[in-house]
């Protein structure tokens, strides 16, 4: 699986809102689009998680093409944009089946999924400090066929 990231300068550079926007307009570029119109529905939700300085962990798109991996820049790094990286995508993200997961501190966690639960079927919320999981994880190990017999390979 290939992952693409994207850097965008937030707070002060530009507003939470404003930063949604763009982070709005580069995964789904048709704003009449209905990708367009779910990430719209949300904009206050993901705007206080760009607030409280929570996308320094990724937002994460899943979807048909690439894995993309959305962070913001706050502060100095914010202002001076070296890391920035708001180049356009060269494949539509939300196309087909897409999941967004956005990072968010642990004591927002409860009424931000259930706030977005009452929006969107797509977009949910994950602890920003848990590791970002396979959007399929089973906890299973992949079935391809074959299976390795332990006992037998470690035998001397």
Request: proline share 6%; aromatic share 8%.
């Amino acid at each position: 699986m290939s992952v693409i990231a994207r850097r965008f300068a937030s707070i002060p550079e530009r507003t939470a809102m404003a930063t949604w926007k763009a982070i709005s307009a580069l995964l789904a570029s048709d704003s009449t689009s209905d990708p367009a119109r779910e990430l719209a529905s949300v904009a206050g939700i993901a705007s206080s998680l760009i607030t409280r300085e929570a996308m320094t962990a990724p937002l994460v798109v899943y979807g048909s093409g690439p894995r993309v991996r959305i962070y913001c820049l706050y502060n100095e790094d914010a202002i001076e944009g070296d890391d920035a990286n708001e180049a356009p995508l060269s494949f539509d993200a939300t196309a087909g089946d897409w999941k967004i997961s956005l990072p968010c501190p642990a004591d927002d966690l409860q009424w931000v999924q259930n706030s977005l639960k009452a929006k969107s079927t797509r977009i949910s919320a994950r602890d920003m400090t848990a590791p970002v999981e396979d959007e399929d994880d089973t906890g299973e190990p992949p079935a391809y066929g074959t299976s390795v017999d332990l006992e037998a390979f470690f035998k001397s």
